[in-house]
């Protein structure tokens, strides 16, 4: 029997349908993200997802500029790694706003962050790994855990040149400034950790159990609840409350952490994180309610 060539780099390659799970699972990151930003630089950000292809590592650091932020990501508990990459036309602005400013920079933005810079950009990185953490929450319980930054991709020896990566492209927006993000995921540590995802159900719900649930879906569809966020857990008295005129300031007597309640029907049922979307305030369901 003839030999046949096998390239053994095509045993990391995704499925088609593994890359599309992970393009929309990128796109609720991309959304989620924009709106932990907007709360923490008190300024409006948007984004979207670009692209998701499969490469390697050594065709990724070809593309990227130098200088650049390279964020490094320890996966646990399989103590992997991933790397988030921010261009400086994004980085300058959001350091802008992290000093005070408004995100307006004039100066051209194409320099190597200083370690003064790095450090205080630490904030910003470790909002990066909760995210991740949450976008991949369904999949696996993984930390992403901050591993720290390089500026000069040609000098980077966290990863192989011939490594396969997913690089997943996004565009974020910060007032008028545009910069790209690059989330580059080693082919096996997604190997790692789509098997929990990609298993098949080994208990399948019963038909007349199916049309129970559709029959409840489409009785409940037209229902309509009234929903609040509000900050649960402070008291007035009653004197205080019939004193009350204009110009007056309320204790609530709560901490002001950007957390909020969201009631069902005037009950309590998710802790809320307060944030900006579309020039809205909003509130991101982070957890049910401890009482639920």
């Not at 390697?56 to 070809?62: A, N, P, Q």
Request: glycine share 6%.
């Amino acid at each position: 029997m003839d030999a046949i060539p096998f390239d053994f780099r095509r045993s990391e390659l995704l499925t088609e349908s593994q890359v599309q799970s992970l393009q929309l699972m990128h796109e609720g990151f991309v959304r989620n993200l924009c709106s932990r930003l907007s709360l923490y630089l008190r300024s409006e950000v948007s984004g979207e997802l670009r692209s998701v292809e499969q490469s390697s590592f050594g065709k990724l650091v070809e593309s990227l500029a130098s200088p650049t932020c390279m964020l490094f990501f320890r996966t646990e508990p399989d103590a992997g790694n991933i790397l988030v990459e921010a261009n400086q036309s994004l980085v300058a602005p959001i350091l802008d706003c992290v000093l005070g400013g408004n995100g307006k920079i004039d100066s051209d933005p194409a320099r190597e962050i200083t370690d003064i810079e790095k450090n205080m950009l630490e904030d910003f990185f470790r909002i990066l790994g909760r995210q991740l953490k949450e976008t991949w929450k369904p999949v696996a319980p993984v930390d992403f855990v901050y591993d720290g930054v390089e500026t000069n991709p040609p000098l980077s020896k966290r990863f192989d040149r011939d490594e396969a990566i997913v690089t997943i492209a996004m565009e974020l927006r910060l007032g008028d400034q545009a910069g790209t993000v690059n989330l580059a995921i080693p082919s096996m540590t997604l190997k790692l950790l789509a098997p929990k995802s990609d298993k098949p159900a080994t208990h399948r719900k019963t038909a007349s159990v199916e049309k129970e649930t559709a029959l409840k879906l489409r009785l409940s569809a037209g229902l309509k609840l009234e929903v609040e966020c509000a900050l649960v857990g402070s008291n007035l008295r009653l004197r205080d409350l019939l004193n009350l005129k204009i110009g007056d300031v309320i204790d609530s007597g709560i901490a002001c952490d950007g957390t909020a309640d969201i009631l069902v029907n005037g009950v309590p049922k998710f802790h809320g994180e307060v944030a900006l979307e579309n020039g809205r305030q909003a509130v991101i369901v982070q957890s049910l309610y401890s009482s639920c």
